[in-house]
């Protein structure tokens, strides 16, 4: 999603995407701190209008969790969509390791985002919102393979336990110097569909 384009006189380039603008914000944040950017800083840093700012992002925390929605629907789909004969553990090793499917500028603004979230005091109260929106993906899945209730016992254990290991693997990577999270995705679901045992 973009602005429509308008001729523009001199003066700072306009971010041209929602993304590029979630980048301006969380670089300002990295850079300042979160309480002290505020939305005008960064609609100015983007080119953008203080409204159209506040449409795409309503707030400084809707910034920082940008493209989760659209991960948390990808995630569900791709659950709903699982062979059912392939083990429940099986599945959700296969599955989160593909959670980040996005391009280079997209795993830019993604480091940004764990460094933010992992780094800044005041952002990590919103971290038990979105781990519940997922644990509850997981944890409808997994009670539905096992005839249970999502918030029975067994289903929130697995649901925790993965988002645990997607996380803690995401947070490494990114003060990693490596380009991509997919390898310490896939080496923590391994760990975990193996029991965490070292031999093949």
Known sequence: MSEEPQKRGRGRPRAASETAIAAVGLRLILENGFDET????????????????????????????HGSQR???WLR?????APPDRGTMDVLCDVLPELI?????ELTLL???????????????????????????????????????ADDLLPQVAS??????SWTAL??????????????????FEGLRRGFRTEP
Do not use: N, Y
Request: proline content about 5%; cysteine-free.
């Open 38 to 65: 505020t939305m005008d800083d960064i609609a100015a840093a983007a080119g953008i209008s203080r409204p159209t700012l506040f449409r795409w992002f309503p707030s400084k925390s809707s910034l920082v969790w």
């Open 71 to 73: 991960d948390a629907s």
């Open 77 to 81: 789909e791709k659950l709903s969509a």
């Open 101 to 105: 499917h996005s391009d280079d500028s």
């Open 111 to 149: 480091r940004s985002q764990v460094t933010v979230i992992t780094s800044i005091p005041a952002v990590q109260g919103h971290t038990d919102e979105k781990m519940a929106e997922f644990t509850l993906i997981v944890a409808e899945f997994v009670a539905g393979r096992l005839g249970l209730q």
């Open 160 to 165: 925790r336990t993965v988002w645990a290991a």
């Open 171 to 188: 947070a490494l990577w990114a003060a990693s110097d490596d380009d991509h999270p997919e390898p310490w995705l896939s080496r923590a």
